[in-house]
């Protein structure tokens, strides 16, 4: 008999990527994981067996929990979530299901620099403007959404990145930065396997907006813009960063779902339409 508690893979691929995504957490075995060590954009990995222990974390979250294919682990740890009070649902057909339908998969052992709690950690230069904002945005939506973002002196980034056990991105001399004509956004969509039409259309608009090409796409002139509006009404970068996630979310959803979309004022009347 069915699980009440599960959802597609049509209806998760389809918040992937959003601010209403749940937060996917992967109990797949060691041995399974080995096999395909990908996983599903937004995923944590947790031990299935130790649910009681973690399941009290992700209080007052959305969460949808994979196995390899939807059976016991998953919702075993579905049900233990629910028992502290987690909106939780597992994935129907676990990582095989997703995995065959050739759904976006992420290679997230590019990441190197986690803390104690599973985070990964990035260090960049203060007060940001594209890039620095646009990347975070990628990683916390499609790879880590637990992602720490530390923002530090141009001169310090190296150094905090080497004492504090983080990765560096867009500065000189680093792999998380800019490659010929390509920006770190371009990069981070590269190594992290990140190949949507979406995002391809994405990068192109983040491209042509941090590196002043704004030829590449019409709306790079209009994303520096507001990068700008908001570099001058946030003087902490953090608090930059949430407010700008929202900005990023907009294009987003622009690049998958509404490029074909027009919009004209004076709306046409009916009597015009039934002429044509």
Request: hydrophobic fraction near 45%.
């Amino acid at each position: 008999m069915p699980s009440n508690t599960e959802i597609t893979i049509a209806q998760l691929s389809r918040l992937i990527g959003t601010p209403n995504a749940p937060l996917v957490i992967d109990v797949r075995i060691d041995e399974d994981y080995a096999a395909d060590p990908r996983v599903i954009p937004g995923t944590l990995r947790r031990p299935a067996r130790a649910a009681a222990d973690w399941a009290s974390e992700f209080a007052g979250r959305s969460v949808v929990v994979v196995c390899q294919r939807g059976h016991k682990l998953s919702q075993g740890a579905v049900a233990w979530l629910l028992q502290e009070g987690v909106k939780a649902e597992n994935l129907e057909g676990g990582f095989e299901a997703w995995r065959q339908a050739k759904l976006l998969l992420v290679d997230d052992s590019k990441i190197k620099a986690r803390d104690h709690k599973g985070r990964s950690v990035w260090v960049t230069r203060a007060r940001p403007k594209i890039d620095r904002i646009a990347c975070p945005w990628l990683i916390r939506r499609f790879v880590d959404p637990q992602a720490v973002f530390l923002f530090v002196a141009s001169a310090e980034v190296l150094a905090v990145a080497d004492r504090f056990n983080a990765t560096a991105f867009d500065i000189d001399g680093v792999f998380w930065s800019h490659h010929g004509e390509k920006c770190t956004f371009d990069t981070m969509i590269e190594e992290f396997a990140l190949h949507t039409p979406a995002l391809a259309r994405l990068a192109t608009i983040v491209r042509g907006a941090d590196t002043s090409r704004h030829e590449l796409a019409p709306q790079s002139a209009g994303l520096l813009a507001a990068s700008l509006g908001f570099s001058r009404m946030y003087r902490d970068d953090l608090q930059q960063l949430d407010a700008s996630m929202a900005l990023y979310d907009a294009f987003y959803r622009w690049c998958r779902d509404a490029v074909e979309e027009t919009h004209d004022w004076p709306a046409p009347t009916r009597q015009a339409e039934a002429a044509k």
